[in-house]
């Protein structure tokens, strides 16, 4: 994602926000992360992408409390390709 849009933010917790999006379609080998170091990798991601979008943990109550609920996917990625609608007139 090269240039993200809009960035819906929700409190008290930063993973109730959500990042607005132009679609992507990745080709590849996909697997469900699990063991024991997925919760950290789920954190991990959280706090890189608060980052870049450059919000301040400060703004969030601690912690990721919905992150049992996200599955974690890992693509080895082969072809990406994208889309970007312009309206219903394009």
């Known amino acids: 994602m090269q240039e993200p849009g809009a960035f819906e933010r929700r409190k008290p917790w930063a993973c109730n926000s ?6 992507v379609i990745a080709y590849g080998k996909v697997r469900v992360e699990d063991g024991l170091a997925v919760n950290e990798k789920k954190t991990w991601f959280f706090n890189r992408l608060l980052e870049r979008l450059n919000e301040p943990q400060a703004e969030y109550e601690p912690g990721y ?4 609920r996200i599955i974690l996917f890992e693509v080895a990625l082969e072809f990406v390709t994208g889309k970007n609608n312009v309206g219903l007139d394009h």
């Open 18 to 23: 959500a990042l607005v999006y132009k679609s």
């Open 65 to 68: 409390p919905m992150r049992d």
